[in-house]
């Protein structure tokens, strides 16, 4: 990042191992929400800037795919040990541009070098299976390769986890990497390719490509590109595949979320409303991963809402860098939709237990704030429930039954993560056998799993076939190939024109 004359740092692409200003002209801000004002300018890429940063990733990618796996995963553990030592320089700055608190943005950084240290398993999980003697003197054995130049297309919401999601297996597996971050906050994408390239990565294999949809559009579009992980809203996530796959390219785009939480009527409440307040409000609902609506069974709201009211009321909402619960909302913008959304359950008929637009905020003036709010009463048809809120805003619905629940947690069109609160252990296994979501909570409000298993949701929270990292990644960022061989013998077998047979 290159200091500016005035105290707003300009925020360049990085291509060829170093950072690059593009030749687009084009920039836009990028804001502290704790305080409103523009800490920065981003580049933003036209056509030609992500032409450039395309023909660098593929120039690096035969060097790179020919790298021997014990060379590629030395450097991956470097990167790993690395981040390890400075994240905190890392959270602050997710915290100087998204605005969650310091605790929150180390907490997203932990999570992604989960996968770190298993791309760091790469030799491992690269393993193909060999058949001696298949047919008389011929051998089987499959092999997995690298696709070559891959993109990654991430949110505002998690500036270094949702991208290290993707591109250390994309990495390990020998692709090149372009990564083109939210232009709210692109300050940590750069910041990772420094340290990338103080691991030792060479120049192209990890690209920082700045900017909003001609970007994105150029790496949907390009026949280099070879595939796509997208993540972000669902509207964008669905163009994203239908784009790219138009094209040719592998695609998974994760979508926006609707996350349930159902509380049976046996539930220990305290727990669960501690779980609660702790989902719903964590970096101010700004999490895929969110509780947004808790599904009370029976009579238990009764009990429950009073419960999430005095912990959600206990919440210091302010300014992430001080000892605080929850920051604010990423921009003014955003601050004041989630802000209508609370008008608009008010008026629909919800009753506001808890109202975010009174908050008293540990913070400047200018910051984007809105506190945490609790609305009970709500209703399937309310806009509140229909929409992705994204923000902190709690909505309670009542339910008569278990079945109800269901009924209505299934017919949402999202299906990201869901959690069931009870102590009745057959009621739980029926809730992970029925329910239509991709992660599930028993008693854990927000299910996502680690690195080794595949994060992803169903139905309009993901587009494509394969999950985020585990396996799934790693089978996503290489493909088959299967090879029969047979060293002859010296002695001739003549000419055979029939279909081979297992002879
Ligand atoms: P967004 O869809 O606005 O942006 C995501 C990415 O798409 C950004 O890089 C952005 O620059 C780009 N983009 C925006 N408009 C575009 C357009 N018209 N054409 C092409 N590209 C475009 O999402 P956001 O506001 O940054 O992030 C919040 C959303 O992401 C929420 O809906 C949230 O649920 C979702 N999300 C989902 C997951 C998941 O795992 N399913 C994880 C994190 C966030």
Redesign the pocket.
Known sequence: MTASTSDVREIQHWVDGKEHAGSSGNTAPVTNPATGEVTGRVSLADATDARVAIASAKAAFPAWRDLSLTKRTQIIFRFRELLNERKPELAKLITAEHGKVLDDALGEISRGQEVVEFACGMPHLLKGAMTENASTNVDLHSIRQPLGPVAI??????PAM?PM?FFPIALAAGNTVIL?????DPSASIWLAELWAEAGLPPGVFTVLQ???A???EL?THPDIKAVS????????Q??YSTATAHGKRVQA????KNHMLVLPDADLDITADAAVNAGFGSAG????AVSVVVAVGAVADRLVPKIAERAAAIRTGDGTRSCDMGPL?TAQ?RDKVAGYIASGEKAGASVVLDGRDVRPDGAAGGFWLGPTLLDHVTPDMEVYVD?I?GPVLSVVRVGSYDEAMALINANPYG?GTCVFTNDGGAARRFQNEVEAGMVGVNVPIPVPMAYYS???WKN??FGDTH?HGAEGVHFYTRGKVVTSRWPRSARRGLDLGFPSND
């Open positions: 297309i991430s949110p505002f919401n998690f949702v999601w083109k971050p939210s232009e709210k900017g909003g949809k970007a994105v559009d949907l997208f993540v972000g809203s669902t509207p964008i996530a163009y994203v994760l979508g926006g979320a700004e999490r895929c991963m990423v955003h992705e994204f990201n994060f992803g949701g929270s993901l985020a």
